[in-house]
């Protein structure tokens, strides 16, 4: 059974840091592309980034409001995926979701949230 | 980027209806073309992939169909658990969702 378990949300103040973790099982991970998507408090869905198997190349695309802050990174001996998210806003007050890639989005996690907040 | 636009944005229906949802892209998209349901507090499931593919495990009531701009996802007979918020979303390019549309119980 495929299992996408997100960790590392929490509160945290604008210019702040945080990482995001996303533990992977029932699949073989490392033949993954991986995305982050995320959900304001109310709002739609939108797309944070993707990482590509390090057989594709291993390379990453992001949206352009987090591009140059956030950074998504895996470390396929442990099954993981990151989200390092640096200068946070206000605006990324979010649900994250950890996400199977297949250009569409087969398996979600049940989501981490970030709140940025002073 | 290209822009989804969904129709409508809400909508009410009665269990055993039949129901469209429209999904537009600002440009071509080929086929590249998913439908996702959403309910409160869970994360999204995919329901179609490719414009008209079924993911497994999900009924045969949810189809999917268009091409090119155009897109629509049918219900043929809802059902109690489909009252939900639908999204769609296009992966021919940086990836975009639709605003979503909200199926209420009428």
């Known amino acids: 059974e495929v299992q996408l378990v997100e960790s590392g949300g929490g509160l945290v103040k604008p210019g702040g840091s945080l990482r995001l973790s996303c533990a992977a099982s029932?699949?073989?991970?490392?033949?993954?592309?991986m995305s982050w998507v995320r959900q304001a408090p109310g709002k739609g869905l939108e797309w944070v980034g993707r990482?590509?198997?390090?057989?594709?190349?291993?390379?990453?695309n992001y949206a352009a409001p987090v591009k140059g802050r956030f950074t998504i990174s895996r470390d396929d001996s442990k099954n993981t995926l990151y989200l390092q998210m640096n200068s946070l806003k206000t605006e990324d007050t979010a649900v994250y979701y950890c996400?199977?890639?297949?250009?569409?989005?087969?398996?979600w996690g049940q989501g981490t949230l970030v709140t940025v907040s002073s | 980027d290209i822009q989804m636009t969904q129709s409508p944005s809400s909508l009410s229906a009665s269990v055993g209806d039949r129901v469209t949802i429209t999904c537009r892209a600002s440009?071509?998209?080929?086929?590249?073309l998913n439908w996702y349901q959403q309910k409160p507090g869970k994360a999204p499931k995919l329901l179609i992939y490719a414009a008209s593919s079924l993911q497994s495990g999900v009924p045969s009531r949810f189809s999917g169909s268009g091409s090119g701009t155009d897109f629509t996802l049918t219900i043929s007979s809802l059902q109690p658990e489909d009252f939900a918020t639908y999204y769609c979303q296009q992966s021919y390019s940086t990836i975009t969702f639709g605003p979503g549309t909200r199926l209420e119980i009428k």
């Open positions: 996400i199977t890639d297949l250009s569409w989005f087969d398996y």
């Open positions: 029932g699949f073989t991970f490392s033949n993954a592309w």
């Open positions: 990482i590509k198997s390090k057989t594709d190349g291993g390379t990453t």
């Open positions: 440009q071509s998209i080929s086929s590249y």
